[in-house]
Structures are given as structure tokens and as C-alpha cells.
């Protein structure tokens, strides 16, 4: 999903800002299917399925959502990184944002030398730079020592990412970098992250990431309870994971139940910090409609896991439309 900078690309100075395309992509829901449909056929072996098809699964459900143009002024708020953590505050002011320390509007940065100039007060340091109108490039400043360490994320601050998988969300936002404090732990380790899955405002599910850039661990737990989605995953435990205890997990549900209840299918990621629950971001179509559930099976095919997961989201989906036609 996220672009690669080519071999030829790899000099400090190399890349520069392309001249705007002389033609602009139609972005209707019919062209929009037509492009994204192929990945989606590749990855399930089937072409996408209207949400109201029996037989359609969560994939089909957020594909069906990506690909639409309509997105309203409030939702893009939640897509949007920097205004994404005010909004958060906003409905749920006991929810700790990471510190924003640097915002770079990307219009007049014109080359990856130019971004470094900017970022570098950040070199070497515990903060994360990453795209505030895209999904992933996340770079940790700790590590960055030339401006060739900030090749993919230049690369990916200076498009807009709709054009990668017609997730419309994207479309047309302000092309930003955003500077982070990363979020504290006890661990040394990255702060695991806690993927609620939710139908207006009720989570069903979630997934913890432990370890996300290093071994990283996956499951997916229910709520509430937080007993194993499918005790039959075959997932066993990583020796470094310590599950968040009782209280927080249940400061993280009222979280994710304060941020979601306005949207029929979104996942509130939130990580479990040294001192409380920070808000990570909103996400509206997981994966561009393409991930699987994690289990031993991994993440290439649907698996048993994966029914179970799409299952208890289209049951909760399909009863709450019902309830909204009959008032």
C-alpha cells in the first residue's frame, strides 16, 4: 500500500517535487470500483460484494466505504492526523493526545533536503514524524541522521494517498508532517496498540499490537470480557506482552465508545501508555478493505478467525440498519 522510493532515488538531494499530472483521475464510486476492485480480487478471489449481500463480509463493507466519494467535513476531521487529536479531546477529554511539536504544510517543501532542514531540531530525539493525510511512513526521529532517512516519508507527504487504493477519505486533504512525542511506557518497548472495532458507538472487538515494529504479536479479543475473539487462533502469547489491566481496558472501551457512536463502522486505535490511555487515530477502512484477522494461519488468507471477526461486525452492522428503517 505504501509507495517505495526507487533505486534511482536515493541521494539527499535527489528527490524533488514532480510537476502536477496534466489530468486528474476520475474519483466517482463507478471508477473508483473499477480501479480498487483488482486488489480486492487478488486478495479474496472474488470481485467485491454490495454490503447488503448475504454472503458480503467486512471486507466488502469497507470497501464499499472507501470507495465512496462522499466523505462529510466531520468525518475528515477524524481522517486528518493533527485535527484527528482535537476532535478526540473534544468527545472524550479524559483521553491523553500525544504532544504535537511540529506541523510542516508540505506545498512550499520542495525536496527531501528542504524537509530535512526543517525536521532536524527532531534528529536523534524520542519523537515520530509522520504523514497527517496518509497511513503509514511513520519514521522515528531517534533514528534519523541525513535526509535520506526521510526519503519514504517525503515521498508519501507529497501525494495524496486516495490515488493509491481509492480510499476517498484522503481525497484532496491539506498535505502535512506532524512531529509527535512518542508515548511513554515502562517497557522501553512502543506502547501496544488497542484496535477497537466498533458499530455506533458499541465496540465489539479488538486487537492488540504488541512490539509493532519489532517481533510483533497480533490478537484479537472480545468485549467485553476480554476473552480471546477465537480461542482455537492458535496464537500463543509473546513472552514480553503484559495485557492492560481491568481498569484501563475499561477506560479504553469508554474511549472508543465516546469517539465511534457517530459512525456505523470505524476502528479507534488507542495505546496503553505508562500513565494512562492516549488516543493513536480513527480509522475508517482498516487495511483499504484487504486485512485479515491475525491467527497462525497469518495474513494472506481469510481464515476461520477472520469469519468470526467479519461475522460480529455484519451482524452488529446489519441489525442496527434494521433498526434505523423501522425508526
Not at 5 to 29: C, L
Not at 49 to 67: E, G, H, K, S
Not at 88 to 100: G, N, V, Y
Not at 134 to 154: C, E, I, K, W
Request: net charge neutral.
Amino acid at each position: 500500500m505504501n509507495e517505495t522510493p526507487s533505486s534511482a532515488e536515493t541521494g539527499e538531494n535527489a528527490v524533488t517535487r514532480s510537476a502536477p499530472s496534466p489530468s486528474i483521475p476520475s474519483m466517482t464510486r463507478t471508477s473508483n470500483y473499477l480501479y480498487a476492485a483488482a486488489s480486492f480480487e487478488r486478495m479474496f478471489g472474488r470481485y467485491p460484494l454490495p454490503t447488503d449481500d448475504a454472503a458480503a463480509t467486512v471486507n466488502d463493507l469497507i470497501f464499499n466505504r472507501m470507495i465512496d466519494p462522499k466523505w462529510s467535513a466531520f468525518e475528515r476531521t477524524f481522517v486528518d492526523k493533527e485535527t484527528a487529536k482535537l476532535q478526540a479531546k473534544r468527545l472524550f477529554p479524559d483521553l491523553r493526545i500525544p504532544e504535537t511539536l511540529l506541523v510542516i504544510p508540505m506545498e512550499d517543501v520542495r525536496s527531501v533536503a528542504q524537509l530535512y532542514a526543517l525536521i532536524q531540531p527532531f534528529a536523534g530525539t524520542n519523537t515520530i514524524a509522520k504523514p497527517t493525510h496518509a497511513s503509514g511512513a511513520t519514521v522515528f526521529m531517534r533514528d534519523v541522521g541525513s535526509a535520506t532517512d526521510l526519503q519514504h516519508l517525503y515521498q508519501m507527504a507529497i501525494v495524496d494517498y486516495s490515488l493509491n487504493l481509492r480510499e476517498m477519505q484522503y481525497w484532496q486533504l491539506p498535505k502535512k508532517i506532524i512531529v509527535e512525542a512518542l508515548v511513554p511506557t515502562d517497557t522501553g518497548l512502543l506502547p501496544d496498540d488497542y484496535k477497537f472495532h466498533c458499530v455506533y458507538g458499541r465496540p465489539l472487538v479488538y486487537q492488540v499490537d504488541h512490539d509493532r515494529f519489532g517481533a510483533r504479536w497480533s490478537r484479537m479479543f472480545r468485549v467485553p470480557g476480554s476473552e480471546p475473539m477465537d480461542d482455537q487462533d492458535g496464537l500463543v502469547t509473546a513472552e514480553t506482552y503484559t495485557k492492560a489491566a481491568p481498569e484501563r481496558i475499561k477506560a479504553m472501551v469508554s474511549a472508543a465508545q465516546a469517539l465511534s457512536a457517530s459512525f456505523e463502522y470505524v476502528r479507534v486505535d488507542l495505546y496503553n501508555g505508562s500513565d494512562g490511555v492516549y488516543f493513536g487515530e480513527v480509522t475508517f477502512t482498516p487495511a483499504a478493505s484487504l486485512g485479515v484477522a491475525p491467527s497462525s494461519s497469518g495474513a494472506q488468507h481469510p481464515s476461520l478467525t477472520h469469519q468470526i471477526y467479519s461475522r460480529t461486525i455484519m451482524d452488529a452492522v446489519k441489525r442496527q440498519r434494521r433498526q434505523l428503517k423501522t425508526g
